[in-house]
């Protein structure tokens, strides 16, 4: 979100503006928390049982989240193969199990070890804070790993959660019953703050209808911490970066960030490309994937010395709700994880239009929202596709998830009812049928919400003609389809079928992925 006109930029020698309000002085490192992940998950191949158990030993184990959720207001936990049963081609594979979705947090504690990062003007920080969240969503083949960050500024509704001890355990009121947060609708962030991490799992799970398995947080100093253990991250700018805010200073070409250096590039924002945090998460997400390559190449991994170090990093930062021994069998399970196969995603959002309270924030785009949530829960590998250079989610919306009114805009009798069967025939949901308001049309048009532009792009394939498209914000979930006079009829079945008809369109619609071997240089 864009600064206030006036804000003060007087910056302390740690790069953190004093005078930050509490909602800007949060961490957004993205990139220390991933990879946190992968590396438990492979760690098993390259090291000794009682080196294991010693980094193992250095997490810090809360409550379960079964234990602290109920399970009767949560989303039902997926069968076994429901990919296999379904007949896609996911990740299940045939493999009798079933994935892992583990929310990843980043947290900004400013006590302790994470003191150095206190600012040096104005009130110490004392909470702990977090801007970081990833699902990551390990598929039950153990091979493929989708991680689906969640910009911080997504207006979301926060449900009431069960407030809890920093073990998971529940706070009481004097009654001896549990205390509860009031729910609020509020940018996904402040879950964490409200309820802990069990809260932001209640909000995701509500929101996505996803089961959560289990949480993970890490600290304030694990990038800096495991970028020194892999002898630095290595990226290519392509342009020289410099940022007043956190004092970053690269030149174009290839070059290597170190601790500082590293935490000050996952945390740039103001003074780079766009200055918001949808391009700082695409930023992120590049420093990821080239961590990750690093980490999980094998002249890396197996030199035990180093790594050891790397890993007990990690394993010191972090804070889960997975005991050691599932730590063990999750690293087992996943160890033979390879690039290609780590893709990374953002929650497609669209900006909050001006005159709404949350402008300058961003709601999430239902249609590609809800499908992408639809690949995780069912298990199946998010497809991805390149197209004019850009890998994108390659994710449509069937014609069974569309519902549509439609209305007769012309002198023909009947034409609504007519267009309404034929609409129902292939597939989509007719909700009602009329006239419009004014008699003739003379274009077909359908009026739609802004965050449901795939589900208008299977529509509008669905007509023979190109119909004009007009969005509407008090449109809600239901589209209208306004039959005008230079109407000819539906699209073919198999236009309607493979709606939207090329990758280009899924492209508009703003699901970008890419896996971890990809290494395009990063725009500053």
């Known amino acids: 979100?864009?600064?206030?006109?006036?804000?003060?930029?007087?910056?302390?020698?740690?790069?953190?503006?004093?005078?930050?309000?509490?909602?800007?002085?949060?961490?957004?490192?993205?990139?220390?928390?991933?990879?946190?992940?992968?590396?438990?998950?492979?760690?098993?191949?390259?090291?000794?049982?009682?080196?294991?158990?010693?980094?193992?030993?250095?997490?810090?184990?809360?409550?379960?989240?079964?234990?602290?959720?109920?399970?009767?207001?949560?989303?039902?936990?997926?069968?076994?193969?429901?990919?296999?049963?379904?007949?896609?081609?996911?990740?299940?594979?045939?493999?009798?199990?079933?994935?892992?979705?583990?929310?990843?947090?980043?947290?900004?504690?400013?006590?302790?070890?994470?003191?150095?990062?206190?600012?040096?003007?104005?009130?110490?920080?004392?909470?702990?804070?977090?801007?970081?969240?990833?699902?990551?969503?390990?598929?039950?083949?153990?091979?493929?790993?989708?991680?689906?960050?969640?910009?911080?500024?997504?207006?979301?509704?926060?449900?009431?959660?069960?407030?809890?001890?920093?073990?998971?355990?529940?706070?009481?009121?004097?009654?001896?019953?549990?205390?509860?947060?009031?729910?609020?609708?509020?940018?996904?962030?402040?879950?964490?703050?409200?309820?802990?991490?069990?809260?932001?799992?209640?909000?995701?799970?509500?929101?996505?209808?996803?089961?959560?398995?289990?949480?993970?947080?890490?600290?304030?100093?694990?990038?800096?911490?495991?970028?020194?253990?892999?002898?630095?991250?290595?990226?290519?700018?392509?342009?020289?970066?410099?940022?007043?805010?956190?004092?970053?200073?690269?030149?174009?070409?290839?070059?290597?960030?170190?601790?500082?250096?590293?935490?000050?590039?996952?945390?740039?924002?103001?003074?780079?490309?766009?200055?918001?945090?949808?391009?700082?998460?695409?930023?992120?997400?590049?420093f990821m994937a080239s961590m990750a390559r690093k980490a999980l190449a094998s002249s890396s991994l197996f030199n035990l010395p180093s790594m050891t170090t790397f890993y007990g990093d990690v394993a010191s930062s972090l804070t889960t709700d997975i005991g050691h021994s599932d730590l063990i069998s999750l690293a087992l399970r996943y160890r033979h994880l390879d690039t290609s196969n780590i893709v990374f995603v953002t929650v497609p959002t669209y900006p909050v239009p001006k005159g709404d309270t949350w402008y300058e924030h961003l709601y999430w785009s239902s249609d590609e929202a809800n499908a992408l949530f639809t690949y995780i829960a069912d298990d199946r590998d998010l497809p991805v596709v390149t197209t004019s250079g850009t890998s994108v989610g390659n994710i449509t919306v069937p014609p069974s998830q569309v519902s549509v009114r439609v209305l007769n805009g012309t002198s023909t009798d009947n034409l609504a009812h007519q267009v309404g069967d034929e609409l129902i025939a292939a597939g989509f949901k007719v909700v009602s049928v009329g006239s419009a308001a004014i008699v003739p049309v003379a274009k077909t048009s359908i009026i739609y919400r802004a965050d449901h532009t795939s589900s208008e792009q299977t529509l509008a394939a669905a007509v023979a003609i190109a119909p004009e498209t007009v969005t509407d914000a008090s449109a809600g979930s239901t589209l209208t389809l306004t039959i005008g006079q230079d109407w000819s009829g539906l699209a073919t079945p198999s236009a309607v079928a493979s709606a939207p008809a090329s990758p280009e369109a899924s492209a508009v619609a703003g699901l970008k992925a890419n896996n971890a071997t990809v290494a395009t240089c990063v725009q500053g």
Request: net charge neutral; proline share 6%.
């Open 1 to 286: 979100m864009p600064f206030p006109t006036g804000r003060r930029k007087l910056l302390d020698p740690a790069g953190e503006q004093a005078s930050y309000e509490r909602s800007q002085r949060r961490t957004r490192v993205i990139g220390r928390i991933v990879v946190s992940l992968l590396a438990l998950v492979v760690m098993a191949a390259g090291t000794g049982g009682i080196v294991y158990k010693n980094i193992i030993d250095k997490v810090k184990v809360t409550a379960p989240i079964d234990k602290v959720l109920a399970d009767n207001t949560r989303p039902t936990k997926p069968a076994a193969n429901a990919t296999a049963a379904a007949g896609g081609g996911g990740g299940a594979g045939g493999s009798g199990g079933t994935g892992e979705n583990i929310l990843i947090l980043g947290v900004d504690d400013r006590l302790g070890e994470n003191s150095n990062y206190q600012v040096t003007s104005g009130p110490k920080q004392t909470e702990t804070l977090s801007d970081t969240s990833i699902l990551a969503h390990l598929s039950s083949d153990g091979k493929h790993v989708t991680l689906v960050s969640i910009p911080r500024d997504s207006v979301v509704a926060i449900p009431a959660c069960k407030k809890v001890d920093e073990s998971g355990n529940p706070i009481l009121d004097s009654a001896g019953q549990p205390e509860y947060t009031k729910p609020v609708t509020a940018l996904f962030n402040e879950a964490v703050q409200l309820g802990g991490a069990y809260c932001s799992v209640q909000t995701l799970e509500d929101l996505t209808q996803v089961r959560i398995d289990h949480y993970l947080e890490i600290d304030f100093t694990g990038v800096v911490k495991m970028s020194n253990a892999l002898g630095g991250v290595p990226l290519t700018m392509c342009e020289p970066i410099h940022d007043v805010a956190t004092g970053l200073n690269l030149p174009a070409g290839p070059v290597v960030l170190k601790g500082q250096t590293a935490l000050a590039f996952v945390r740039a924002r103001k003074g780079l490309t766009g200055g918001d945090d949808l391009h700082r998460i695409q930023r992120q997400q590049q």
